[in-house]
């Protein structure tokens, strides 16, 4: 990262790693204004397991995006490790995303022609202090499918390698879209068991955005939208196993 954000960093020891403060985010389709998000106030805390649940259409992938420095708040501030990602030029965003957030998607984004090895290496090669690509393969258990193209490999297989070359930049923050939505019961609830392992674990802070609130037992706290606002926040003092969740 730039010195500003190293600086900021450890001038804000022990601060929230990331906190959405006043944030509103309006698109504008021709003549007509959208609000997508009004107010959003939101603390994410370093190593925690973090759940954004609500119905499409709720704002959650505006958050996410914002969180991810995909896009700028229309009004309020991002600020992660106290450095404003609203004020941060188009190339600090770029090595934000790079070194900082690793991104998990419902639908994987392999590259069809590379082997799981493969694509695991193309993150690693963006990054300033990756983790070795054999490492990571072991951590997802799939070090007999390295030499695997994703035809090659079940949904839930290649969501493993989704999630490993997220993991493989090193990342200080693991952000997941609906990372089950496109999985059966059985192999979500193993994807959903290694997102809590990285982050028990490795204190990865992971935040899963989803619309089915019992994938929200496995967090930490639960923060539910509707129509672009917080409408409650609750911690989970007991989260349940993956293993036992339900859906």
């Known amino acids: 990262m730039t010195d500003e954000f190293a600086a900021a960093s450890a001038a804000k020891n022990g601060q929230p790693l990331l906190r959405m403060d006043g944030v509103g985010r309006t698109f504008q389709m021709g003549e007509v204004a959208v609000v997508v998000l009004t107010n959003i106030t939101l603390d994410i805390r370093r190593g925690e397991f973090l759940a954004l649940v609500g119905p499409s259409g709720s ?4 958050i996410l995006n914002l969180i991810g420095g995909m896009d700028r708040p229309s009004v309020g501030s991002v600020l992660y490790k106290g450095r404003n990602l609203a004020d941060a030029s188009d190339r600090e965003l770029t090595r934000y995303r790079r070194e900082e957030v690793g991104f998990v998607f419902q639908f994987y984004n392999l590259v069809p022609n590379l082997t799981a090895r493969e694509n695991i290496l193309v993150s690693t090669e963006i990054a300033s202090a990756p983790r ?35 993991v493989a ?19 979500g609830k193993r994807v959903l068991r290694l997102l809590v392992d990285l982050n028990r674990q490795l204190g990865k802070t992971v935040v899963v955005i989803t619309h089915n609130a019992a994938l929200a037992e496995v967090a930490d706290r639960v923060v539910h939208l509707r129509s672009g606002e917080i409408s409650s926040m609750e911690e989970n003092q007991n989260p349940v196993a993956p293993e036992e969740v339900v859906w």
């Not at 704002?59 to 505006?62: C, E, L, R, V």
């Not at 070795?132 to 390295?146: C, I």
């Not at 090193?170 to 939505?181: F, V």
């Open 169 to 187: 930049k090193n990342p200080e923050l693991l952000l997941c879209d609906e990372p089950t939505g496109a999985l059966d019961f059985k192999t």
């Open 59 to 62: 704002g959650k992938t505006t």
């Open 132 to 166: 070795d690509a054999d490492e990571v393969l072991r951590l997802v258990g799939l070090e007999d499918r390295a030499e695997h193209f994703p035809a090659q490999l079940s949904g839930g297989e290649q969501q493993r390698v989704s999630i490993a070359r997220a």
